[in-house]
T-cell receptor
Framework: NAGVTQTPKFQVLKTGQSMTLQCAQDMNHNSMYWYRQDPGMGLRLIYYSASEGTTDKGEVPNGYNVSRLNKREFSLRLESAAPSQTSVYFC??????????FGPGTRLTVL | AQSVSQHNHHVILSEAASLELGCNYSYGGTVNLFWYVQYPGQHLQLLLKYFSGDPLVKGIKGFEAEFIKSKFSFNLRKPSVQWSDTAEYFCAVNAFTGGGNKLTFGTGTQLKVEL
């Protein structure tokens, strides 16, 4: 089992560019999550998907969109990147919405 | 909405010292509680969790935590830290509300263990 995988590992964007962060899990979990991690602020939930076909906003959804493509995959899209979106992004999955398993993260820099 | 407070942002200890990291949450209903650890450059890994039963839970690598419902606390302890425990530690709470199963994380405690 690979667990939770994320691509890319690193990305540099210019302000206004768009990109999609990919996440996949092979543990047959129902729930998936996207967080951003910033120094001194812990992890903040951007969006989550309780089950295939549903998505909901988290604490900091502005500037992001998500797609739950199927049970395995949950992508995060930045339509027009801003410097404030410079962060480390983590995807996580959970079998019953409790204990979450995290991916390795994507380090995004927006210039 | 629930919130999680971790009082110590940075802790520096010598090897073999005892560790206690504080965590308080602000939800009065049923909760599940977690401690995660993030080693430098790595992703978050589960240290231990509390769902129900014995309020003293033991996790990996000699860590334990005690759930005190009356104090809304879930403090992490280790009797004797090692250099390899240098990492960032996050407390998290899953409160059972109508908003679905979401974890709320504290802001983290950066632990540095010196030789």
């Amino acid at each position: 089992n690979a667990g939770v995988t994320q691509t890319p590992k690193f990305q540099v964007l210019k302000t206004g560019q768009s990109m999609t962060l990919q996440c996949a899990q092979d543990m047959n979990h129902n729930s998936m999550y996207w967080y951003r991690q910033d120094p001194g602020m812990g992890l903040r939930l951007i969006y989550y998907s309780a089950s295939e076909g549903t998505t909901d906003k988290g604490e900091v959804p502005n500037g992001y969109n998500v797609s739950r493509l199927n049970k395995r995959e949950f992508s995060l899209r930045l339509e027009s990147a801003a410097p404030s979106q410079t962060s480390v992004y983590f995807c996580a999955s959970s079998p019953r919405g409790n204990e979450q398993f995290f991916g390795p993260g994507t380090r995004l820099t927006v210039l | 909405a629930q919130s999680v407070s971790q009082h110590n942002h940075h802790v520096i200890l010598s090897e073999a010292a005892s560790l206690e990291l504080g965590c308080n949450y602000s939800y009065g209903g049923t909760v599940n509680l977690f401690w995660y650890v993030q080693y430098p450059g790595q992703h978050l890994q589960l240290l231990l969790k509390y769902f129900s039963g014995d309020p003293l839970v033991k996790g990996i690598k000699g860590f334990e935590a005690e759930f005190i419902k009356s104090k809304f606390s879930f403090n992490l302890r280790k009797p004797s830290v090692q250099w390899s425990d240098t990492a960032e530690y996050f407390c998290a709470v899953n409160a059972f509300t109508g908003g679905g199963n979401k974890l709320t994380f504290g802001t983290g405690t950066q632990l540095k263990v010196e030789l």
